[in-house]
């Protein structure tokens, strides 16, 4: 089914953010639908963050509208604005694990001050949620530093998790990662989606991320969203940065590689 006929969860419209005279977005509108992966991309500084910490309300907008599951944030009560800060999930760029707990205590941490559970029942979560993004049993016990950079991604995944969220929004998720550690970090993604019904926002510059796991890539450029559509198309947008990103070396080979990658799932 095509994205678009899908329900939308998140709408924004004429979203405008300012810094002093630095205008970063103006007029800029985007819809996220339900079960979708959306890849968010643009050049540095385009405000790919700061439109993720609007929607989950880090950030105040100057101006605009942010419908999330059909409410206006600006018109949510307090209590209504943490129930539905209880339904996203955030993974920001550097994983922020607590380095003086370990990862059990980590994952359970969140699940403790919201959901008012004993240690022991929060642990338990904790430990399926653990297992779900692929960690061993035995790194429960572990500490942030002793893991490799894959595997506290997938704990603070895994602490993302942890309220059961509807929409998991992710900050650069694979940066840092070596191009098999990404690459099964986006294979993760994909299965979670699909195993949890969830939506997820995406923020990347990875474009193998884009080809492999991203139903719909949005692009932010010239302060708004220039297009939002399936990579393929997407690729074939005349702008310069889109050109110079999608038909650059890298994102030829990401596109090569995909479509080899399904040329030989087409023949099995
Ligand atoms: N709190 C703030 N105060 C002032 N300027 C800010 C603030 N937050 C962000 N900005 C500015 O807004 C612009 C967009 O920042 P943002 O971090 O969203 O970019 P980005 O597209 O995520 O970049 P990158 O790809 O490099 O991470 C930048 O110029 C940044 O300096």
């Not at 559970?117 to 993004?133: G, Q």
């Not at 998790?161 to 929409?167: F, G, H, K, S, T």
């Amino acid at each position: 089914m095509a994205a678009s006929q899908l329900p939308t969860v998140i709408e924004v419209e004429n979203l405008d953010n300012r810094f002093g005279s630095h205008v970063v977005h103006k007029d800029l509108d985007l819809n996220l639908f339900k079960g979708e992966i959306l890849g968010v991309v643009g050049g540095s500084g385009t405000g790919k963050s700061v439109l993720l910490r609007s929607i989950v309300g880090l950030h105040k907008p100057s101006d605009g509208r942010i419908r999330v599951f059909g409410k206006d944030l600006n018109e949510l009560s307090a209590v209504e604005r943490s129930d539905t800060e209880q339904r996203f999930g955030v993974l920001f760029q550097r994983g922020a694990l607590f380095t003086s707990l370990n990862l059990l205590q980590n994952i359970a941490l969140p699940l403790i001050e919201h959901c008012d559970l004993s240690r022991a029942d929060a642990e338990e979560l904790a430990r399926m949620k653990l297992a779900l993004t692929g960690l061993p049993a035995d790194s429960a016990l572990k500490y942030p530093s002793e893991l490799s950079g894959g595997m506290v991604k997938r704990a603070a995944l895994a602490r993302a998790l942890a309220m059961d969220p509807e929409i998991m929004f992710l900050d650069e998720p694979t940066a840092g990662l070596d191009p098999i550690g990404a690459a099964a970090f986006d294979k993760l993604i994909v299965t979670l989606r699909d195993a949890l019904g969830l939506t997820v926002f995406l923020v990347t510059h990875d474009l193998d991320t884009l080809y492999t796991t991203c139903d719909r890539v949005a692009v932010l450029s010239q302060k708004k969203v220039l297009v939002a559509d399936r990579i393929e198309k997407v690729a074939a947008t005349d702008d310069a940065w889109i050109q110079e990103y999608c038909q650059g070396p890298r994102g030829r080979a990401a596109s090569y590689a995909f479509r080899a990658h399904e040329t030989s799932r087409l023949r099995e």
